[in-house]
């Protein structure tokens, strides 16, 4: 195990920060390697409507099947970092043991749901029938590979996890290529099943199965406490689902072929802004969900400024280089280009609110959590009334999402001074 891939007990500042941006720099490789992905299937998916349904289906629809998986994904993260960071051995060995046996029969009930919603739901998103097939596919390898991921970041492997990301882009281009350009697939299909394939990644956890072998005797770690998170968890997995891409699925429901391609084409690089800085995030609740000590405060408020300016930079840098990144997607339209601005600003909101929803979630600040899970809710049913056009879909975006970040920010702001973290 590498230095900055030891746990966080009482660090301060300078780890966090060398963790962030070690992560960060890695994750921006990837980034790179994502963009690649979206170069090759945008020049081979000529069909109408094709491109912008292979991105949602991928971006969108896999997440909502798995998003109840997803959540207790997320509460296991926290407290493996939590029992990680405080020393108790036997209670993290008890989280493995216990939580492998949870996950293993919430990915088989999770499994199942998909079965049963797949198909009224694709009715209503207007995906065929093929295109889903190779979605269920793509869910059930994600349904399998979530516990890996918890295990990773709950242990503070921050290294291993970006390794594994970078992998894992590595083997959805070369799929994505071999398919569309060597085998002549190109197809919607392909693309969903080139990030199906992309997720065995995750398989790279086999090589440090020796390193989750525990000492002591293991206690179950389930109590009241560990429900309540778990219902805050789903309540944070709901809220960030919908701000973040609950207007894909809008799209996919109203936008005819054509519109839908170049709203898609937009998204994709829209939505990379909070990508970009999901490192910093990942640092951030792992180490707050392991120890909130004053030495740590310092650091993690760092972090939680540098997400903040990573926003803002690159969507001031994703606005004066548009023309560049849409041509190199092979999406530089005069529609597209004019629909940047809008959707980079509504990142920016989606992304603050995503560093303050983190930041309550691995402070068990549950309330702030519910509110968060049912703002996003609200986010989703206003876009659903208000977007049937990109025009009027783009115009409610950034106002909804700038009001959600108000309240969301007066609400974790009044935490913070009840708690004492400022004054």
Not at 169 to 190: K, Q
Not at 231 to 256: E, T
Request: glycine share 8%; net charge positive.
């Amino acid at each position: 195990m590498s230095a900055t891939d030891q746990p966080e007990k009482t660090t301060g500042s300078s780890k966090l920060l060398r963790s962030g941006i070690i992560f960060s720099v890695i994750n921006f490789a990837t980034s790179l390697g994502a963009f690649a992905f979206q170069g090759v299937i945008s020049r081979q998916l000529s069909g109408a409507g094709d491109y912008g349904a292979a991105n949602s289906a991928i971006g969108a629809f896999v997440p909502l099947l798995s998003l109840l998986p997803g959540a207790a994904a997320i509460a296991v993260t926290h407290y493996i970092a939590h029992y990680q960071s405080c020393g108790d051995a036997a209670r993290l060995q008890g989280l493995l043991l216990g939580c492998r046996k949870f996950l293993f029969r919430l990915t088989v009930a999770g499994s199942l749901l998909a079965l049963a919603a797949i198909q009224p739901l694709s009715s209503f998103f207007h995906y065929s029938e093929s295109l889903m097939l190779a979605t269920l596919i793509s869910t059930l390898i994600g349904l399998w590979s979530a516990l890996a991921t918890a295990l990773v970041q709950g242990l503070a492997w921050f290294n291993r996890l970006a390794l594994i990301g970078f992998v894992a882009m590595l083997l959805r281009v070369i799929f994505c290529w071999l398919g569309m350009v060597t085998w002549h697939w190109p197809s919607s299909e392909m693309a969903v099943l080139a990030s199906a394939f992309s997720l065995l990644a995750s398989l790279m956890l086999l090589f440090w199965r020796k390193d989750l072998q525990l000492q002591g005797q293991p206690v179950s770690p389930w109590n009241r406490e560990f429900v309540h998170y778990l219902v805050a968890s789903l309540a944070f997995a709901v809220g960030n689902y919908c701000f973040y891409m609950g207007d894909a699925l809008v799209a996919q429901h109203y936008f005819p072929g054509a519109q839908c391609d170049a709203y898609s084409a937009v998204g994709v690089l829209a939505r990379a802004l909070p990508i970009i800085v999901g490192p910093l995030l990942a640092v951030l609740f792992t180490s707050r969900s392991g120890g909130r000590a004053p030495d740590s405060l310092t650091g993690q408020l760092t972090l939680l400024g540098l997400s903040a300016l990573g926003l803002v930079c690159g969507a001031a840098g994703l606005y004066f280089l548009r023309t560049f990144c849409l041509h190199a997607i092979g999406r530089n339209t005069p529609e597209a280009a004019a629909n940047i601005a809008p959707f980079a600003l509504t990142m920016v909101f989606v992304g603050l609110l995503q560093s303050l929803a983190f930041w309550s979630l691995a402070s068990r600040w549950l309330k702030i959590c519910l509110l968060y899970g049912g703002m996003g809710l609200g986010y989703w049913v206003t876009l659903f009334l208000l977007g049937k056009t990109p025009a009027e879909l783009l115009r409610a975006m950034p106002v909804a999402a700038a009001v959600a970040l108000a309240v969301m920010f007066i609400a974790w702001f009044t935490s913070m001074r009840r708690h004492k973290m400022i004054s």
